[in-house]
């Protein structure tokens, strides 16, 4: 069974480093996609880029380009989102998401890390 | 790249159909079959419900439906239930940014 199992609670102050994690297991590693998902207090989802596995292709929502940084480690099946430079406004949870290479859905998805940044 | 346009509620009595709409564009919607939904329960993840606009991956009910006609999908729940209270989001495919969103409806179950 593909499981998805994110980082713990963070909490942050303002102009500090982070990196968030997402362990893959339960199937192929590299022929799959991962997601980063964006979910601010009381908002939507937004999507904020995706990973490829197998070589570490990524692709970044506008919005999010030079934001955030998302990266790989394939020998460990784990997939991370990470920021320079942390904002009130990166405040939200954040889920990792998984799809296998040729779909274009999500049907795996990690329990969320709830980020918090505040002085 | 704007999120897609969904009404921000609906809501219906047990039993009812009721019909989520999720409005794009020709760059998203209108051109790709890659429309998705996802539930998503009070604090939990999203799940997915409906991919490819009417596929349904297994296990989920068969009281969900998915539809596409121009620049608009629409998820339908027939007869709706208590357990079917969630926000539900739809997701498409865009080439340059890869996905977007739709913006949410909330679904109330009278």
């Known amino acids: 069974e593909v499981q998805l199992v994110q980082s713990g609670v963070e909490v942050k102050k303002p102009g500090e480093s982070l990196r968030i994690s997402c362990k893959g297991s339960?199937?192929?590693?590299?022929?799959?996609?991962i997601g980063w998902v964006r979910q601010m207090p009381g908002k939507g989802l937004e999507w904020m880029g995706i990973?490829?596995?197998?070589?570490?292709?990524?692709k970044y929502n506008p919005s999010f380009q030079g934001q955030v940084i998302i990266s790989a480690d394939k020998s460990i099946t784990t997939a991370y989102l990470e920021w320079y430079s942390l904002k009130s406004s990166d405040t939200a949870i954040y889920y990792c998401a998984s799809t296998e290479d040729g779909n274009f859905y999500w049907d795996f998805w990690g329990q969320g890390t709830l980020v918090t940044v505040s002085s | 790249q704007s999120a897609l346009t969904q009404p921000a509620s609906v809501s219906g009595s047990p039993g009812q159909s009721i019909t989520i709409s999720c409005t794009g564009t020709s760059n998203d919607v209108g051109t790709y079959r890659y429309v998705s939904w996802y539930q998503q329960h009070p604090g939990k993840a999203p799940k997915l419900i409906i991919f490819?606009?009417?596929n349904r991956p297994s296990g989920i009910s068969n009281r969900f439906s998915g539809s596409k006609s121009g620049n608009t999908a629409s998820l339908t729940i027939s007869g709706v239930q208590a357990e079917d209270e969630a926000d539900y989001y739809c997701?498409?495919?865009?080439?340059?940014?890869?996905?977007?969103f739709g913006s949410g409806t909330k679904v109330t179950v009278l």
């Open positions: 339960g199937y192929t590693f590299t022929n799959y996609w």
């Open positions: 990973i490829w596995l197998h070589d570490s292709n990524t």
């Open positions: 997701s498409s495919y865009v080439s340059s940014t890869v996905y977007v």
């Open positions: 490819d606009v009417r």
